[in-house]
């Protein structure tokens, strides 16, 4: 409970420095950096953290380096400004934490009115990943997208080394 709280602060204070995005326009290209632009900036934040630590983690592994921090940076695009606020996140996380099924229940793509954008916005983020692969296979990030489609997923062997880091960072961001 005391790390979702402050998540909860540190969302609230989200910043990006000039550091920071010499660092995101680095690794990735127009594209990618309007798709990363698109997310509220408590999850682009999140991501240059996570991207900051699969980078650190990378340097003591054999991985494609590249690959692991653009699927860092682009590990959350599937829950944009646009659909998804911070209040939304709080609620999915207390309903998940409360209930997977009624999770699943509330959670409904489309819909109108304030509840239907409410439960649509529960259903992004419960599907952000395959939501994200789905953006990333549009603009021809084949690699990237297998990544993000299953950076939620339960291990298995045959994860690849740049999938376990990706994981790892996410955890400890």
């Known amino acids: 409970m005391i790390k979702r709280i402050m998540q909860f602060w540190h969302a609230l204070a989200a910043r990006l420095s000039d550091k920071d995005r010499v660092f995101v326009s680095e690794y990735l290209h127009d594209k990618e950096l309007g798709l990363f632009n698109e997310m509220n900036i408590y999850d682009r934040r999140h991501a240059v953290l996570t991207a900051y630590t699969a980078a650190r983690m ?33 609620v ?11 999770a699943v229940r509330a ?3 489309g819909g109108r009115g304030t509840i239907g954008r409410r439960r649509n916005a529960l259903y992004i983020c419960m599907h952000h990943a395959a939501l994200g692969a789905e953006k990333l296979e549009q603009i021809d990030e084949w690699a ?9 997923d339960k291990p298995n062997a045959a994860d690849s080394n740049e999938l376990i880091l990706l994981r790892m960072a996410d955890a400890l961001n």
Not at 144 to 152: G, I, N, S
């Open 92 to 102: 999915f996380v207390l309903l998940e934490a409360i209930s997977v099924k009624a």
């Open 144 to 152: 990237v997208a297998q990544l993000v489609k299953r950076h939620h």
């Open 58 to 90: 990378a340097d003591h592994r054999t991985v494609n380096r590249r690959l692991l921090v653009k699927a860092a940076l682009l590990h959350d695009i599937g829950r944009n400004a646009a659909a998804v606020c911070l209040a939304d996140k709080v």
């Open 107 to 109: 959670a409904r793509r």
